[in-house]
């Protein structure tokens, strides 16, 4: 089964996020191959690097990098989204004039063509979110 | 991509207080673009986006409802309303401002968008989705 993922809700308010990245972990373990993690409305904050949880939580931007570099997963942004909520990588900021970037290891910024596309060529698309 | 596929924009939430349904707006919008077989359903409070007489200016935020108007010339002319989330709000299709396309296969006569279906009907529409994004 080829899938992909939409999360839109943010990583400490909701447990969107949590969820989402079991359901993937779990689904790429058992063999399923995921097409593509997109980020909407505030589940585009689970792309700053900046976020520096209490020690004793999980950290819930570190562990989708992390699967991202161990099954080689397309972890997107959506660049409007983004944009709005001041998440951006070095080409974003340069663009818009910010003297910063934040986005975490793993993620990359694009357009809403992206959750089209993984409509079209998954299997499954499975959002997580209100 | 050749392939075509049935997607459903599911849009539950009211037009403001929280900005869902304008960013699930720019989806759509975006969306048209890839040549598939779009559909829009409006249930709960997702029912509010389509009111006519919308007037944000209290509350600060742009008033977006105009931009429903453009969907048809986008070929998105598949709107579904919900019958019980209109009744429960005291609406009727009178309240909502009226959308419509031009269909080619009809000499270009303008017709209407919505379709107000019940539950049940938008059950099925869901059922026979091959994507469904709910906003």
Request: aromatic share 10%.
């Given at each position: 089964m080829k899938f992909s993922v939409m999360i839109s809700e943010g990583p400490y308010t909701h447990q969107a996020s949590d969820t989402?990245?079991?359901?993937?972990?779990?689904?790429?373990?058992?063999?399923?191959?995921?097409?593509?993690?997109?980020?909407?409305?505030?589940g585009v904050n689970n792309g700053t690097r900046l976020s520096t949880?209490?020690?004793?939580?999980?950290?819930?931007?570190?562990?989708?990098?992390?699967?991202?570099?161990?099954?080689?997963?397309?972890?997107?942004?959506?660049?409007?989204?983004?944009?709005?909520?001041?998440?951006?990588?070095?080409?974003?900021?340069?663009?818009?004039?910010?003297?910063?970037?934040?986005?975490?290891?793993?993620?990359?910024?694009?357009?809403?063509?992206q959750l089209i596309e993984a409509g079209i060529q998954s299997d499954r698309l499975v959002t997580f979110g209100d | 991509?050749?392939?075509?596929?049935?997607?459903?924009?599911?849009?539950?939430?009211?037009?403001?207080?929280?900005?869902?349904?304008?960013?699930?707006?720019?989806?759509?919008?975006?969306?048209?673009?890839?040549?598939?077989?779009?559909?829009?359903?409006?249930?709960?409070?997702?029912?509010?986006?389509?009111?006519?007489?919308?007037?944000?200016?209290?509350?600060?935020?742009?008033?977006f409802s105009p931009t429903y108007r453009a969907l048809g010339d986008y070929d998105v002319n598949k709107i579904y309303v919900e019958q019980e989330s209109l009744d429960a709000r005291g609406l009727s299709l009178d309240d909502l401002q009226a959308l419509t396309y031009e269909d080619e296969d009809d000499d270009y006569a303008e017709k209407d968008s919505i379709k107000v279906v019940s539950a049940a009907e938008l059950a099925k529409i869901m059922e026979q989705s091959d994507v469904i994004l709910s906003f």
């Open positions: 989402a990245y079991n359901f993937t972990k779990a689904a790429l373990e058992n063999g399923h191959e995921c097409f593509r993690v997109f980020f909407y409305h505030d949880p209490p020690t004793d939580d999980r950290n819930v931007i570190n562990r989708w990098s992390e699967l991202a570099a161990a099954h080689n997963l397309d972890l997107v942004l959506c660049v409007a989204a983004a944009q709005r909520r001041g998440i951006a990588d070095a080409d974003e900021a340069k663009r818009n004039g910010k003297d910063a970037d934040n986005i975490a290891p793993g993620f990359r910024i694009s357009g809403l063509g | 991509m050749s392939e075509t596929k049935k997607f459903l924009y599911v849009n539950r939430k009211a037009p403001y207080g929280t900005i869902y349904a304008l960013e699930s707006l720019e989806v759509v919008l975006i969306g048209a673009a890839f040549e598939q077989d779009v559909a829009l359903a409006f249930l709960d409070d997702g029912v509010y986006q389509l009111t006519k007489g919308q007037a944000t200016d209290e509350v600060g935020m742009k008033n």
